[in-house]
């Protein structure tokens, strides 16, 4: 049982490149999300999943998209990538059940844009 | 939306006490968490808290709740340099049910030796 999986762990591009960052979850979970964590802002929602074939807006969505085609598999992308997308990005789920349920992270995909 | 805040650091001496605050503005929430964030890692859930629980003890985590004040608080007791960390508190969304939840900015505590 491996949790959440993120890949790659790191990464560096060149503005206006674009990647793709994975995450995986073997834990049956509904909902997943993507968050960028940068230094004095804690962590920031960019966008959310609450099952498979749906997506919604975080905080701070402009400059990503995702999909959730499987319900095990959450991808976040950056179309076009920029200096300001240079952070450390996590994913995480949690299951659907009474009450907001904790939510499980993985290791994190440090991204530098140059 | 909702708020959170924490202070950013916090820094104790090996075997000391520490206290990390955490406030927020609304919750009608089911639990509060504490995640526990080491370098180069991804958050643990450290502990929660029911909402209708004023202080819950796990070891020598003990978690305190006033709802009044809509305060929230860790304490780590016999701090050890293991405990050096980032620790975020995080408060559920009442006004979803997408399982989002609002994350402190987190406070970075230092144990010295």
């Known amino acids: 049982n491996a949790g959440v999986t993120q890949t790659p762990k790191f990464r560096v591009l060149k503005t206006g490149q674009s990647m793709t960052l994975l995450c995986a979850q073997d834990?049956?979970?509904?909902?997943m999300y993507w968050y960028r964590q940068d230094p004095g802002m804690g962590l920031r929602l960019i966008h959310y999943?609450?099952?498979?074939?749906?997506?919604a807006k975080g905080e701070v969505p402009d400059g990503y998209n995702v999909s959730r085609l499987k319900k095990q598999n959450f991808l976040l992308g950056l179309e076009s990538a920029a200096p300001s997308q240079t952070s450390v990005y996590f994913c995480a789920s949690s299951y659907l059940g009474q009450g907001n349920q904790p939510q499980h992270f993985g290791d994190g995909t440090r991204l530098s844009i140059l | 939306g909702e708020d959170v805040e924490q202070s950013l650091f916090l820094s104790v001496r090996e075997g000391d006490s520490s206290v990390i605050n955490c406030t927020y503005t609304d919750s009608s929430s089911t639990y509060l968490y504490w995640y526990k964030q080491e370098p180069g890692a991804g958050l643990q859930l450290l502990t929660y808290?029911?909402?209708?629980?004023d202080m819950k003890q796990d070891q020598r985590l003990t978690v305190l709740l006033n709802k009044k004040d809509k305060h929230l608080s860790l304490r780590i007791a016999d701090t050890q340099t293991g405990d050096s960390a980032i620790y975020f508190c995080?408060?559920?969304?009442?006004?979803?049910?997408?399982?989002?939840?609002?994350f402190g900015d987190g406070t970075t505590l230092t144990v010295k030796p």
């Open positions: 999943s609450v099952g498979e074939g749906t997506t």
């Open positions: 834990m049956n979970h509904e909902y």
């Open positions: 808290i029911f909402s209708n629980m």
């Open positions: 995080a408060v559920p969304s009442s006004n979803t049910n997408a399982g989002k939840s609002t």
